[in-house]
């Protein structure tokens, strides 16, 4: 079986289909106009360089274009890039389709909608069970399909569930160490943390923001989600107030995007699952085509570190 783009090491060549995720026009420093193409396949994607495009070019070489590349990994000041040899667009006859170069979440959509589902029934308060129930109800479709991020982290199809099947498998061992924490608040604060997103993103396959998620982000659609299901279900009181600052306070901070500080146990809690999640989804991307022994690249989003799998380090099972 051929091998994804993500296991290609540099210095090995490769001949195969891709599918262009972003193609950014740039201008060189010889005035001369290159494509910065980012190619991926279901296992992850690689940057690459067209030099000297046309405007025709520039029109066949799109987002959500499958292409057949030849060329060679090279190491371009530490991060590998894809050195194009030729570069071709597919036609019917090539036999490929778009779905076959996304990267899915490693959990069907059935089994993840089931767990989240499972940990609803779980919700004792009629209230927190109810909004939650609604609201996921609502967006049931978008929350099992989309990503949970434009890049960084679980930026995949099924990104937003499988991060919040990772979140309430972390809340639910956290419970059962701290039993004077909220199962219900906590629960229903992962279930709906992100749910904005499926609202602020365009989609799995070449996710950009949308006007609304420009606008508004999806903290503040997240919280105006909850407020119109409560309305919907004609809820009023505490519950609904404390739902919504478990929205607006899980970035943490400020500075982060919170329009508000946690200021309860769940609320905290939330967001350090939120983060730990997260921040061990960036990690093991970065390490995913690591040999044990050496670093990754570095990772922007993690202060510009880069990792190092230490050489007795297990290699992970192929999900």
Do not use: C
């Amino acid at each position: 079986m051929e091998k994804g783009i993500k296991y290609h090491q540099v210095g090995e060549a490769v001949n195969r289909y891709l599918l262009i995720k972003t193609a950014t026009k740039q201008i060189a420093s010889n005035s001369k106009p290159f494509l910065t193409l980012i190619l991926g396949d279901h296992t992850g994607e690689i940057e690459a360089k067209l030099w000297g495009v046309s405007p025709e070019d520039e029109g066949t070489f799109v987002n959500k274009t499958i292409v057949h590349i030849q060329g060679d990994v090279i190491d371009y000041r530490g991060r590998t890039q894809l050195k194009i040899a030729s570069i071709r667009p597919t036609s019917p006859m090539d036999g490929v389709e778009i779905n076959d170069f996304v990267r899915s979440a490693p959990l069907s959509a059935e089994d993840m909608l089931d767990e989240v589902n499972q940990f609803i029934f779980d919700i004792q308060n009629p209230n927190i069970q109810r909004i939650t129930r609604y609201i996921v109800k609502k967006h049931q479709t978008a929350f099992v399909e989309s990503p949970a991020a434009t890049k960084n982290h679980h930026e995949f199809m099924g990104g937003l569930a499988f991060h919040v099947v990772s979140m309430l498998r972390l809340a639910k061992n956290i419970a059962a160490q701290y039993e004077n924490l909220d199962t219900d608040l906590l629960y229903a604060g992962v279930i709906l943390h992100d749910i904005g997103k499926v609202k602020e993103l365009s989609g799995a396959i070449d996710t950009t923001y949308t006007l609304e998620g420009k606008l508004l982000g999806h903290i503040s659609i997240g919280a105006m989600e909850i407020h119109e299901a409560a309305q919907e279900l004609k809820i009023e009181g505490e519950e609904l107030l404390i739902l919504q600052h478990l929205m607006l306070s899980h970035h943490g901070k400020g500075e982060w995007g919170s329009p508000k500080p946690p200021y309860i146990r769940e609320a905290e809690v939330l967001h350090m699952i939120d983060n730990v999640d997260a921040k061990i989804n960036m990690m093991d991307r970065a390490l995913e085509r690591v040999e044990p022994g050496e670093f990754s690249e570095r990772v922007m989003a993690l202060e510009n570190r880069s990792f190092y799998k230490p050489s007795f380090h297990k290699k992970p099972l192929d999900l």
